[in-house]
């Protein structure tokens, strides 16, 4: 099946082109669109059983440790005031702001206890207080992780058909493509999803969602708009240029690293990844298409979150157990694992990752249920002439 949708691929001129990797038939050793040798079973008995384990108090701590950080910091930026340390604390709190996330992350999941109302207290909280409505995310993310991979149903970065592509203004083109602008895009996801898809994070009635769900919904929007409400009555106590230093800049910088490590966690690998339709998309053949990358210092800090694919794999495993998971299920994996670079104390080599793949990784073929991106050798001649 696979020999035969590839050969049906390449018949295709556009796909002729930069379509379909030609250059992994000329590579006996190894295909990573081929289904693999082994069964997600076999991944799962390879990782200790205490890998498994939820500590409350643990994943708690991790809170606390982020809340203290960010009160700290904010504390210390209000006392000293200072124009040569602001710069600093905008760039250290939105990191901390992204660690929350990943904290409710970690909650939407359920890999942060096993205790359904601490999962939805504690991911309300931290995700309402930068302004991610918990449910409506958790519910879209679950669609993400059970579709990774998939072109049409998966949720996240999800590739533009040719169709789609061609369908789109030079500004949507511009936003999506030309870097700064995509790390800026989650917000707007959440308020209008991918170019291609309908529906609101927002809405309780929007497609996303299941009827039995509208009840979520209403209750993390209402969280949401509680933050955003109180937000509004301290830039009138304090003044709005307050608020937007304290707060409004870290959370740019918190979507900005948002933006960044989803989109690099299936993207922009040394050789392109399949994407999967119809019969050839499977869970694991999905999940095997992610990424993990190493974010140096920031590892830690952000809880592990670039330790990615066990974690896709298996998201009910807490982001402390991830990579002593991860290197038990190596073995296993074999060369479906890609080992990632190893960063210095900062991941500037992630930059060229994500540089590179904006400027090759702009669309996959309507048809063939195995796929690569596709390169418009013209969108960024049409977007100098356009801004010209």
Not at 49 to 58: G, S, V
Not at 63 to 91: G, K, T
Not at 245 to 258: A, N, Q, R, S, T
């Amino acid at each position: 099946m696979v020999e035969t949708q590839t050969q049906k691929q390449q018949s295709n001129p556009i796909n002729g082109v930069n379509g379909i990797h030609n250059h992994h038939h000329d590579e006996a050793d190894f295909d990573p669109s081929a289904p693999p040798p082994f069964k997600i079973a076999e991944i799962r008995a390879a990782i200790p059983q205490h890998c498994w384990i939820k500590d409350p108090w643990r994943s708690l701590s991790y809170v606390f440790r982020d809340l203290f950080a960010i009160s700290a910091m904010a504390a210390a930026a209000i006392y000293l005031e200072s124009w040569y340390l602001w710069p600093l604390y905008w760039a250290a709190q939105g990191t901390m702001f992204w660690a929350v996330f990943v904290l409710g992350h970690d909650c939407g999941h359920g890999s942060f206890s096993d205790s359904r109302i601490l999962n939805s207290v504690v991911g309300h909280i931290l995700h309402s207080a930068i302004l991610v409505p918990y449910n409506g995310w958790r519910i879209s993310h679950r669609t993400h992780h059970q579709n990774h991979g998939h072109v049409e149903n998966d949720e996240s970065w999800v590739p533009l058909t040719e169709k789609v592509y061609s369908s789109l203004d030079q500004s949507t083109l511009k936003f999506r493509f030309s870097v700064p602008y995509p790390i800026f895009a989650y917000p707007f996801y959440l308020w209008t999803r991918s170019p291609g898809k309908q529906g609101s994070h927002f809405n309780p009635y929007s497609v996303l969602f299941a009827p039995n769900e509208r009840r979520d919904l209403i209750t993390s929007t209402t969280c949401w708009t509680m933050m955003v409400s109180l937000l509004v009555y301290l830039s009138f106590v304090v003044g709005p240029v307050q608020i937007l230093k304290l707060y409004g800049v870290p959370y740019w910088i918190f979507v900005m690293w948002l933006d960044m490590v989803t989109y690099l966690h299936h993207h922009g690998y040394d050789e392109k990844l399949p994407w999967y339709r119809g019969k050839e998309w499977s869970y694991l053949r999905g999940g095997l298409t992610t990424v993990d990358r190493d974010y140096g210092m920031f590892n830690n800090i952000h809880h592990d979150i670039g330790t990615h694919v066990i974690h896709h794999l298996f998201p009910q495993i807490p982001h402390y157990h991830l990579r002593e998971a991860t290197e038990a299920a190596k073995p296993v994996l074999g060369k479906y694992y890609r080992e990632p670079k190893k960063s210095g104390p900062f991941p500037v080599h992630l930059i060229d990752n994500l540089l590179s793949s904006m400027s090759i990784d702009h669309y996959v073929s309507d048809t063939g249920d195995i796929v690569y991106y596709q390169t418009d050798p013209k969108l960024f001649k049409s977007l100098k002439g356009k801004s010209n």
